[in-house]
């Protein structure tokens, strides 16, 4: 965004001429008469903020062109992608591959046979026979139901048809507005919230054993219990707030209309605004009279004052940039209602969000993570004195420390890193990106293509050199570097179990505690937290083990520490690093004015009708265009440095990224550039009386600076209408994915066994944290401007709605996620309560600048205080037991059995020693093809193995052992193999 007020930079010598004549005498007499001082070097307060002014006021035929090519860019990219997303199906669809199972070789032949016995009538009944026996219903891959309180991923069926991936969003959007009028006209008693009905059928429907096929939701809280038990709360949360922001900046511009129709009114027809461009005045004739008398200075500015009452040659008049007075009654009425809409929105999504926790938790509550509390900031070390001595001594003191009194009532595991995990992090992640994926190529090269044709080289050495490798030795170094991992993993994991006489070596900084049940663990979090927090200890419930940053966990505090002060101070740089794109941005928003200071640019200005509508629309998209650029790249810098600062978990690393990025984007966009501009060069012309004149003396020289001050930063509103579209834009492409395409066409351009293809297509991770981050930035425009410029809060909705598709049929069907059990819906409900706030603040400073009455200012800050009354309420009603630990979990006290004599509590597992470490690939399904080549190659099987135990389970003595599900085997991937 460019900043607000110009830099004296350009006011050079050469350019002086060019400034207004008023701008360089030596007093400056004002509306009302009153003589004041000029601004040091000749330009006053009043000039700066006028030339800012003009600087902002980007025209309506550039709104409108931005908005023109948006819409006809964002159909385009609608009907390409409908068009190739079913044809490209790996590109386009691979979360959905990945999940459905496909058909094997001999499976497509039977198909085909059958279909070739049946007419075209008997095809065309059966086809209509299923359709009717699908209607209303939903399909699910994996097709499995889950294990009792584990949770796995599922993917809902490709709706058929052009454009099927639009039904699902206008399935969506009907059922929710049935809802929302439903609820209204209840009196706010509806099945928003989910009464006991609603949830008996969601627990019929979705508990059941066989949940693979599932009638479409009648309400929306069914819709969301099915969108939770398919993708997970963190999809869902980020959903339910999309669905938040659309509905109330639609309920906002509903109202927004009316008030952009009375701004007009009062700006034409009353006394209270004006119709100037540029100079604000109480009414048409004063700003008239007010041109006159500048333009008998014949100064420059006084050419660009214009009185019309057009909205496309004086878009300021839907505006409350020249209303003053009692006009602005109106405005203050508005703020309140958007007050009341926001607090409405976030009750009621607030308690629909408790409810999904609940559902949540008993979908998970035989997850080992949800019996498991994590304690950082720990000072564990070897001590004498306290009879530590060794690991099973610290293990006695962490539970004591946790448990208190009741350590030996209750069951418990304790685990923390009695080994560095970080040799065999390395040695892992080699295997993965080398030894296992060279061995896999090389055999599926000589199974596919024949003899001789799995000779690979280690790199160019190897190729320049002649060092060839064969498929067999491949094979065979693979096997060598999975049993030294293996061996390393058992040397860990026989230090855990037998550690009466293993010596406590450094310092323990972090542990994991695991009781029988989770809800002894919601309990037991809930009595201790405030006790460990006095102490310096920090508890809470522990996360999945993939999202534990195990390197960072290691580190001690001081080191951690040291990377937090590092991080800081280089985020402090980068962010003012960011705002140099900011100066490219100011100088293409005013394109007309670097022209006119730069000669050897008055060349370029177009003359013609075609030239001057290309240099229209790159006015109004070229701006907006950079500074959506450079504001994509950031996230994933701040994300990286977070990581490295010492993060201990993702959803900790989601909320710093969301805290970072939205205070740098409030503070650099609206605080420095507008806010602080402002204050400052009033400030400068000012400060010669402060001392020597009282208050109101000086209040009264500034005359209409106030005013001046006021349209100054609403002025700045056109430009975000052009910013909008920009951003609109961005979010269709997303459908099309062109930086994930662009990478990968060298992938898929040259892959040559069906493995390499798989890697090629795997589905990216959506990355919460990154999007909420935009879609808060563009939350906080909105609600900002929303009393002053309503027609900005129209272009919100319209972005929010196209993020609630274009996201919703991302996460169904394209991009893979993480689980963090929804770590992020409380810092991203406070920064919609802080934009509510910033609006209200912006509208006080307007109301008491432009009125100079304290029983309006007073009026018009009341809000804040409803606000604050509303964040207590919340705290008390809303706010997660014990961090996302359902108060609820009660009600599922018998399927968990009783707390006090449940089995024995579980251990918590390091990501790098669970069994199915392995990498996962899509197994062949040609039974031929792989039979050739084990028969070629026999230590390939033992290659594949996920660990010792062997792929069914099975250990040596030949009992059944019990397979913990892991993540990857959540998402119903196969073991590893050739992939076809």
Not at 12 to 29: C, Q, Y
Not at 105 to 118: D, R, T, V
Not at 348 to 376: A, C, P
Not at 785 to 799: E, F, G
Request: a positive charge; glycine letters at 6%.
């Amino acid at each position: 965004m460019p900043p607000f007020s110009h830099s004296l930079a350009p006011y050079h010598a050469s350019v002086l001429h060019n400034l207004p004549i008023r701008a360089i005498n030596d007093t400056d007499t004002t509306a009302t008469g009153i003589s004041r001082p000029a601004h040091t070097g000749g330009l006053s307060a009043s000039d700066l903020i006028e030339e800012a002014e003009e600087h902002w006021n980007v025209s309506a035929r550039s709104i409108l062109a931005a908005w023109a090519a948006t819409a006809v860019g964002s159909i385009l990219i609608v009907l390409l992608y409908s068009l190739v997303r079913n044809r490209l199906k790996l590109i386009y669809l691979p979360r959905l591959k990945m999940l459905k199972p496909s058909l094997t070789p001999a499976e497509k032949e039977k198909a085909k046979a059958l279909m070739a016995e049946l007419t075209k009538e008997e095809y065309g009944r059966i086809r209509k026979s299923e359709e009717e026996r699908n209607r209303g219903r939903v399909t699910f891959f994996p097709e499995q139901g889950n294990g009792s309180g584990v949770w796995m991923a599922r993917v809902p069926n490709n709706p058929p048809g052009f454009g099927g991936w639009l039904r699902p969003a206008w399935d969506d959007t009907t059922l929710e507005l049935r809802s929302l009028i439903r609820w209204s006209f209840r009196g706010g008693k509806g099945d928003y919230h989910g009464e006991a009905g609603v949830q008996n059928a969601s627990e019929e429907g979705l508990k059941s054993d066989k949940p693979e096929v599932k009638d479409k939701p009648k309400t929306l809280f069914e819709q969301d219990l099915q969108l939770l038990w398919a993708l997970g709360l963190d999809a869902t949360i980020y959903l339910l707030f999309l669905r938040l922001l659309k509905y109330l900046f639609s309920s906002i511009s509903f109202l927004a209309i009316l008030l952009a129709i009375a701004n007009y009114y009062i700006n034409t027809q009353t006394s209270f605004g004006g119709t100037s461009a540029l100079t604000p005045g109480t009414d048409a004739s004063c700003d008239n009279s007010a041109a006159l008398s500048e333009g008998s200075g014949g100064g420059s500015g006084s050419g660009n004052v214009t009185s019309s009452t057009s909205i496309i040659s004086n878009p300021q008049l839907l505006t409350a940039a020249n209303v003053t007075s009692n006009g602005l009654i109106v405005h203050i009425a508005f703020e309140l209602m958007v007050t009341l809409l926001v607090i409405v929105f976030v009750a009621r999504s607030s308690g629909h969000h408790l409810k999904l926790v609940q559902e949540w938790t008993h979908m998970n509550y035989n997850e080992v993570s949800f019996k498991t509390l994590m304690i950082t900031n720990l000072a564990i070390r070897p001590n004498r004195n306290k009879d530590i001595n060794t690991v099973a001594d610290a293990k006695r003191e962490i539970r004591a420390l946790v448990l208190g009194p009741d350590r030996d009532k209750i069951d418990s595991s304790v685990w923390f890193a009695v080994h560095n995990m970080n040799p065999l992090h390395e040695k892992m992640e080699e295997f993965k990106k080398k030894s296992f994926n060279w061995a896999i190529d090389a055999v599926a090269m000589e199974t596919f293509y024949g003899n001789g044709k799995g000779v690979s080289y280690d790199g160019c050495k190897g190729r320049l050199c002649g060092m060839s490798k064969s498929a067999a030795s491949r094979v065979e170094e693979a096997l060598k570097a999975k049993n030294e991992i293996e061996a390393m993993q058992a040397d860990i994991k026989k230090g855990q179990v037998d550690v009466r006489y293993t010596p406590l070596r450094g310092t323990i900084t972090s542990a994991f505690l695991t009781v029988p049940t989770a809800k002894k663990a919601r309990d037991i979090l809930k009595n201790s937290k405030d006790v460990l927090n006095e102490a310096g200890y920090h508890i809470q419930r522990a996360p999945r083990s993939h999202n534990v940053l195990w390197k960072n966990l290691e580190m001690d505090a001081k080191s951690r520490a040291s990377h937090a002060a590092i991080g800081k101070a280089v985020l402090v740089v980068i962010c003012f690093i960011n705002t140099i794109p900011l100066m490219i941005v100011t100088f293409l928003a005013n394109l007309n004015t670097a022209i006119s200071l730069w000669s050897p640019l008055a060349n370029l200005e177009p003359s013609s009708d075609a030239g001057k509508a290309i240099f229209t629309v790159a006015a109004g998209i070229l701006p907006a265009s950079i500074s959506a650029l450079f504001s994509y790249l950031l996230p994933y810098i701040m994300r990286r440095l977070a990581r490295w600062s010492g993060a201990l978990t993702r959803g900790q690393l989601d909320r710093s990224v969301i805290r970072q990025l939205f205070a740098f984007l409030l503070f650099s966009n609206f605080i420095v550039f507008s806010l602080l501009g402002v204050v400052y060069e009033t400030y400068l012309t000012i400060s010669e009386d402060i001392g020597k004149k009282n208050w109101s003396t000086i209040y009264a020289s500034l005359g209409n600076l106030p005013a001046k001050i006021t349209r100054a930063y609403i002025t700045e509103s056109l430009y975000w209408l052009s910013w909008y579209p920009i951003r609109s834009v961005v979010m269709w492409l997303q459908l099309l994915q062109l930086p994930r395409v662009i990478t990968k066409v060298p992938g898929l351009l040259t892959f040559k066994t069906p493995h390499d293809l798989a890697e090629v297509v795997q589905p990216e991770n959506f990355e919460f944290a990154i999007e909420y981050s935009h879609v808060l930035f563009a939350m906080v425009v909105g609600l900002m401007y929303a009393p002053l410029a309503p027609v900005v809060v129209i272009c919100a909705t319209i972005y929010f709605w196209s993020a609630h598709i274009v996201h919703a049929n991302q996460l169904r069907y394209v991009e893979d996620c993480k689980e963090t059990d929804g770590k992020c819906w409380e810092i991203i409900i406070n920064r919609l309560l802080v934009a509510t706030v910033m609006m209200q603040l912006l509208m006080f400073v307007t109301v008491t600048l432009k009125t100079r009455s304290a029983p309006m200012a007073v009026g018009s800050a009341l809000p804040i205080l409803l606000l604050l009354l509303f964040k207590m309420y919340l705290r008390k009603h809303y706010h997660p037991d014990g961090e996302l630990f359902s108060q609820y979990i009660d009600k599922y006290e018998d399927d968990e059995g009783d707390p006090f004599t449940a089995a024995e509590a579980p251990e918590y597992e390091h990501e790098l020693l669970r069994e199915d470490w392995m990498p996962k690939v899509k197994t062949v399904k040609n039974e031929k093809l792989m039979a050739a080549a084990v028969r070629r190659f026999p230590h390939f099987v033992d290659l594949l193995k996920v660990s010792q135990t062997g792929e069914g389970g099975v250990e040596s003595n030949g009992r059944k052992k019990k397979r913990r599900k892991g993540r990857r085997a959540k998402r119903g991937r196969g073991g590893g193999s050739l992939n076809g």
